[in-house]
């Protein structure tokens, strides 16, 4: 349960909740679980849009399942260390003091806390399609996201 009230404490406090995080010693293994479960979390928002477009295109579901596991549970965490690291440069470059673990823990718990409006977005496209319901679930979930991630980049790196 300490990750749902992290989870609801980070929509009060995002930075708080990040030094929390890095107050505990560095471990790779929980940087690896927190992208992981977003990832996971990201997969299981897709379900609903991706059985509305088997539906509506009489399409095979087991192989957009299939593509989209792979996708979003194997090749995205990749991509998120990669962006973890540019982060960390950048911050560096702004005069930033943080370390490139510490930009990882920022990105990755912004991800996993704003997961619950990621499962609202893919909700709403399952459920309701492509629409504006579905642009401002959109916009409001990147919104949140970046405030999550910027704040906890601000924590990591000036403090």
Do not use: C
């Given at each position: 349960m300490a990750l749902m009230r992290d989870i609801t404490a980070t929509y009060r406090g995002p930075g708080r909740v990040v030094g929390r995080l890095l107050a505990a010693p560095t471990n790779e293994g929980r940087a690896l679980a927190l992208v992981m479960g977003a990832c996971v979390v990201l997969f299981i928002a897709r379900w609903p849009a991706l059985a509305r477009q088997a539906h509506l295109q009489d399409e095979d579901l087991q192989m957009l399942l299939g593509s989209t596991l792979f996708a979003t549970v194997f090749m995205l965490p990749l991509l998120f260390y990669v962006l973890g690291l540019v982060a960390h440069l950048l911050a560096r470059g702004l005069g930033g003091k943080g370390t490139a673990y510490g930009a990882r823990i920022a990105l990755f718990w912004a991800l996993l806390a704003s997961s619950p409006l990621v499962l609202l977005?893919?909700?709403?496209?399952?459920?309701?399609?492509?629409?504006?319901?579905?642009t401002i679930v959109g916009i409001l979930w990147t919104a949140v996201f970046l405030w999550f991630w910027i704040a906890g980049m601000r924590r990591v790196g000036w403090g």
């Open positions: 977005n893919g909700l709403v496209a399952g459920f309701i399609g492509p629409g504006i319901q579905l």
